[in-house]
């Protein structure tokens, strides 16, 4: 689950958007987020955008948007962004469903297609959403955007597919949160075959393929892909990732070539723990789930 809201993002700090005190601090990404007994999410981003000095924001993320409309998508926070766009020339970075599971779990997130985001900041270079309800993309054609984040706790092979087919020649960092078919992962490995082979994304230096039920599936694709000649770091943390996929990357030349290896919040043996820490890069293979009787296993965000 998610406890906590982002504190940082794009290199800036991130704080609630007070309407009493308005934008004290340009160099501050806003966030604007309602409780459930609260309606007033249009009328708050209104304040934020009739501040004189929105113009130097450098982001906005939106947190909860339902108030007591619980099933209400993010379609009318992306029209109200698309419809003020003219204000914020030089916006880089925007993150939608910043929620806690307080607020809404991911799971009960509703998106909706973001795509008309991409068109309306031509300057974004940081783009992230929470939740797999709903969410499309359609293809994305930005030149600037370097980091693109995906969370969920069941990632639609649709929202893949929109990804790998979208023109992002400067994108370096990749992070999708898969899931669980439980709470509506459809993706499998074999839709990621054109990232893995096809070099779409020629400066990617990140790869993060996180929080997945197929985490054996993925460690064993991936050790042999051609992507990883060219990426720095592999992140397949806060999945169900065992000694299967652990032996899979242990005997990995491509593997061994990369700088950084992020495998925490695992289902290791301590054994396998041992010899991973032995590879000559960088490996984080910190908190080890109990797995005593090999039925339960868990990733780490999945209602």
């Not at 396998?272 to 890069?281: D, E, N, S, V």
Request: glycine share 8%; net charge negative; charged share 20%.
């Amino acid at each position: 689950m998610i406890s906590k809201h982002l504190t940082e993002f794009a290199d800036h700090p991130v704080h609630n958007f007070d309407t009493e005190k308005g934008i004290e601090d340009p160099n501050v990404i806003y966030r604007i987020s309602v409780g459930w007994d609260d309606t007033d999410w249009e009328k708050r981003f209104i304040q934020l955008i009739d501040d004189p000095l929105v113009g130097q924001l450098h982001g906005f993320v939106a947190g909860a948007w339902m108030g007591e409309k619980y099933d209400r998508t993010s379609a009318f926070v992306v029209e109200h962004l698309v419809n003020v766009a003219a204000r914020w020339p030089n916006l880089h970075a925007l993150f939608i469903g910043d929620m806690t599971y307080e607020e809404n779990e991911i799971s009960w997130i509703n998106q909706s297609n973001l795509g008309a985001l991409f068109t309306a900041y031509p300057a974004l270079t940081h783009f992230g959403a929470r939740g797999g309800n709903g969410l499309r993309f359609g293809r994305i054609d930005h030149p600037n955007l370097t980091h693109l984040i995906v969370e969920t706790g069941g990632l639609n092979y649709e929202v893949v597919q929109d990804i790998l087919q979208s023109n992002l020649p400067n994108l370096t960092h990749l992070e999708l949160w898969i899931g669980t078919e439980e709470y509506g992962r459809s993706v499998e490995i074999d839709n990621f075959a054109p990232l893995l082979t096809e070099n779409i994304f020629p400066n990617l230096r990140y790869l993060g393929l996180r929080n997945a039920q197929i985490a054996d599936e993925i460690a064993t694709t991936l050790v042999n892909a051609p992507l990883l000649d060219q990426i720095e770091t592999l992140d397949l943390s806060l999945g169900t990732l065992t000694d299967a996929g652990g032996r899979a990357i242990l005997n990995s030349e491509r593997v061994r070539g990369l700088k950084k290896l992020d495998l925490h919040r695992h289902y290791l043996s301590q054994d396998m723990m041992t010899a991973l820490r032995g590879m000559p890069i960088a490996v984080d293979v910190s908190d080890r789930q109990d797995d005593n009787d090999g039925d339960w296993r868990f990733v780490a965000v999945g209602e």
